[in-house]
């Protein structure tokens, strides 16, 4: 079966996942394109998906009979809306982080999932799907008996003069905050962050770097170092100690050179080289599960966990203070 895909948001991401499906992947088809800026739908439209409709709102496209399944990749602010419309038409839906851009956003999706008794929703947390992580998860999982803690850290070369404090946790964070609970099948108890001395490439509404702690219902210790502006390459370590060994998130395969006198091998820079092949792994499982009128892969449920969490630790940015985390009882929907 080719799942007739509508995609809302044709942006950057929006553009590269038509791509993917349309070029690259298996069981798609760009059906429809929805944007507020009509320019960018239908540049889309002209560049990757010919045959495509273009829709004046979000709505139309998810009501739009020819339209299977449907992309979320806007502005985060309108996740919600579409995401909600979505299953209230009963269509398999794959929505970018954030879920929603409050956890009670978050909730009232989840709420009408379990409502409708059935999975349709999948979340854009790509990490999951990495070579890298799933590799590390097998070894944890396995090898190094059970985790004690947990040393890792998010860097970027640079960042934009409008990204601010909190950003570092619900832009940047988020994807730890959701990839260390599936690595460790645990949950969060609290957060505490801690600032050391501010990097002078840094501007006066960030301040950079970051620590973030965390300790999970078992026990782990965490802590994840975010330094947006760290200047020499974008940069994701993550190292799990156990009680029998310890283990390492594999770096992106690269060639060591000898030259000039030095040994050297190239870092990448642009997130989106790092991960790329994640996008192609998560996009292919939505596809194979809307094949069959459901959903796999990252839930509603995980998208809220990640909005209470990162909630907590903005928290905690702002008071100094070790916040708790509380999360409700978890519907069977997702267990």
């Not at 079966?1 to 349309?22: K, Q, S």
């Not at 020819?66 to 979505?86: F, I, M």
């Not at 645990?186 to 840094?202: G, I, L, N, T």
Request: aromatic letters at 6%.
């Amino acid at each position: 079966m080719t799942v007739r895909i509508g995609v809302i948001g044709t942006g950057a991401i929006g553009r590269d996942h038509a791509r993917r499906i349309e070029k690259v992947l298996q069981g798609g088809r760009i059906v429809a394109l929805s944007d507020v800026n009509a320019a960018s739908a239908e540049a889309v439209r002209a560049d990757i998906a010919p045959d495509a409709r273009v829709f004046a709102s979000g709505e139309e496209l998810i009501a739009a009979p020819e339209v299977d399944a449907v992309l979320v990749t806007s502005w985060g602010a309108t996740h919600e809306q579409y995401v909600l419309a979505a299953l209230k038409a009963g269509k398999p839906c794959f929505c970018e982080k954030p879920l929603a851009t409050t956890a009670e956003g978050a909730k009232r999706i989840v709420d009408a999932e379990v409502a409708l008794g059935s999975r349709l929703v999948q979340v854009g947390f790509m990490r999951r799907y990495d070579a890298g992580y799933v590799a590390l998860k097998k070894v944890v999982d396995s090898e190094i008996g059970a985790p004690l803690m947990v040393h890792a850290a998010h860097r970027n070369p640079t960042v934009p003069e409008q990204y601010v404090t909190p950003m570092a946790i619900h832009d940047t964070l988020i994807h730890e905050i959701d990839v260390l609970r599936w690595l460790l099948n645990d949950e969060y108890v609290s957060a505490q962050v801690v600032f050391p001395r501010v990097s002078s490439h840094s501007h006066s509404q960030l301040r950079d770097p970051q620590i973030i702690l965390l300790e999970t219902k078992k026990g782990v210790r965490i802590d994840v170092e975010v330094f947006v502006n760290c200047r020499y390459g974008y940069d994701i370590q993550c190292q799990v100690v156990g009680e029998e060994g310890l283990a390492n998130l594999p770096e992106p395969m690269s060639i060591v050179m000898r030259k000039d006198a030095r040994q050297q091998n190239a870092i990448l820079t642009d997130w989106k080289d790092r991960f790329i092949a994640s996008y192609d792994v998560e996009l292919q499982d939505f596809l194979k599960a809307a094949a069959n009128g459901t959903a796999s892969g990252p839930s509603s449920w995980d998208g809220y966990v990640a909005a209470i969490s990162s909630d907590a630790c903005v928290k905690a940015q702002e008071t100094g203070e070790i916040v708790p985390i509380s999360l409700p009882e978890r519907p069977a929907l997702y267990n």
